[in-house]
């Protein structure tokens, strides 16, 4: 009776190996409560005067022992959905697979509360061992089994500003090791989404994977197939927009989680002719994100599949194909490959298709066009992309340069720059036949139509 008082006031076995958490105080771990989102503690605040617990869990406890910059704030509480959802106003409950509470503070901050999760036999999973349905509520010991790698398990109290840990998360922290929580391959088996995120934390946050995570991750990529494609875009957005995206695709294919279950993968790390072009767009989407500047979905998958068109588009025309219809028939071939796996959402494909069909219109550059492209609403995505085919020795520096310059020049300067590089009086040109040195993608015409 004694000796387990004693183990529950002390988490300590006979053997000395602790049972209960690790609950560790501010002088170890640093974390003060003003470096937590205000929204966040809002939230946890409100929770624990009404009775519940509640803590901030996840990347941000993480990243701030890393001595990084939280991405977002995550609660874990007690309270049920319901029970959150009553306290805050603006607040709704999401998902149905994983219930959760979005509550909002001003324009568009979202702090995510999750309820604590119970033990595994209340999950519903597939003939795979997938969890397809997670809503059993537990307490904080079994929701912390729950969560996926150690170092995300760490739960953080503002009030009291203590880190709880329960599976070593903060010798991981350390040690800079990413290693999961329980028996690796039936965690990944329960959702191969961590197969992606191990690769994606891994790589972001400069982690090792520990020997006993890693060792069954290559064998398991299968899995990926099982995964519903919306979710697997989810995981695709998250990795290219970390900031680390060209890292976080040579992390997957380190793993080699890359391979025939997702062909995005395959095209953009396998195509030596790309490669340059779709490092400097990575590099360039990273650099964004890094200085908090919006970023286009589209035009990033536009560039990551930009090889593949091109590839299909050449062979559309050597059989014979007109260059127009070749290239429109390209795009749809290069998107229906990807759909099947990863469903790109509809308004990110009309982006990418719009950016793709400019490209041939930047080749002409007399008469009346390049007056009606700059006036295309979707013109600077174009651009860009022109540059960057440019800057990848694809596409003519020359070109990309004239489209600088014309950009910005005054109306007489325009025409001026029209006739220079036509040779000839813009009325003319129509009748003019194009001269050889001039690229054959001209022949493409309008490729972008009138829009
Ligand atoms: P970041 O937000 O920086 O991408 P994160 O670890 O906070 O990283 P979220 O997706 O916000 O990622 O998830 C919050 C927390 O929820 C995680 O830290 C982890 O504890 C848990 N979690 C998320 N996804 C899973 C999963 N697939 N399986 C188990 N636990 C998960
Ligand atoms: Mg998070």
Excluded at 50 to 57: C, L, M, N
Aim: net charge neutral; proline share 5%.
């Amino acid at each position: 009776m004694i000796q387990k008082l004693i183990r529950r006031v002390f988490g300590k076995r006979k053997s000395g190996k602790p049972t209960g958490p690790v609950v560790v105080p501010v002088q170890q771990h640093g974390i003060q409560r003003s470096e937590i989102a205000s929204s966040a503690l809002k939230v946890t605040d409100k929770l624990q005067e009404a009775g519940y617990e509640a803590y901030v869990v996840g990347g941000a406890v993480r990243d701030l022992l890393l001595g990084k910059h939280p991405k977002d704030f995550d609660v874990a509480t007690s309270a049920t959905p319901e029970q959150v959802h009553a306290l805050f106003r603006r607040s709704r409950i999401i998902g149905k697979r994983f219930r959760i509470v979005h509550v909002t503070f001003g324009r568009d901050e979202v702090i995510e509360v999750t309820t604590f999760r119970g033990d595994s036999d209340g999950q519903v999973t597939d003939d795979a061992g997938r969890i397809l349905h997670d809503n059993v509520w537990g307490n904080q010991e079994q929701d912390a089994r729950r969560r996926d790698f150690t170092v995300n398990a760490l739960y953080y109290n503002p009030a009291t500003q203590e880190v709880i840990d329960y599976h070593r998360g903060m010798d991981d922290i350390a040690a800079k090791r990413l290693a999961i929580i329980g028996d690796p391959v039936q965690r990944f088996r329960e959702d191969p989404v961590r197969l992606l995120r191990a690769a994606r934390l891994a790589a972001k946050l400069e982690l090792t994977i520990s020997e006993e995570t890693r060792k069954p991750i290559a064998g398991m990529g299968e899995l990926l197939q099982n995964v519903p494609a919306a979710r697997l875009f989810d995981e695709m957005l998250k990795l290219l927009f970390s900031g680390h995206a060209w890292q976080c695709l040579h992390q997957l294919r380190e793993e080699g989680l890359h391979h025939g279950f997702f062909p995005l993968l395959d095209v953009i790390l396998e195509q030596p002719m790309g490669e340059r072009f779709v490092q400097l767009a990575l590099d360039n989407t990273d650099q964004r994100i890094r200085e908090d500047k919006p970023v286009s979905v589209g035009f990033l998958f536009a560039a990551l599949l930009w090889h593949e068109v091109l590839a299909a588009w050449k062979d559309r025309q050597a059989k014979g194909e007109l260059p127009t219809p070749a290239l429109f028939d390209a795009m749809d071939q290069v998107l229906e490959v990807q759909e099947e796996k990863l469903a790109i959402p509809r308004r990110y494909s009309v982006t990418m298709k719009e950016v793709w069909a400019l490209q041939p219109r930047f080749e002409q550059r007399a008469g009346k066009r390049p007056f009606r492209l700059l006036e295309h609403p979707r013109f600077r995505a174009g651009y860009d992309f022109l540059a960057l085919r440019a800057e990848s020795g694809e596409a003519d520096t020359e070109l990309a340069q004239w489209w600088e310059r014309f950009q910005v020049a005054e109306g007489s300067e325009r025409e001026h720059m029209l006739v220079k590089e036509d040779g000839a009086p813009a009325k003319k040109r129509r009748r003019r036949k194009r001269k050889p040195s001039e690229p054959a993608v001209e022949a493409g015409g309008d490729a972008g139509g009138n829009e």
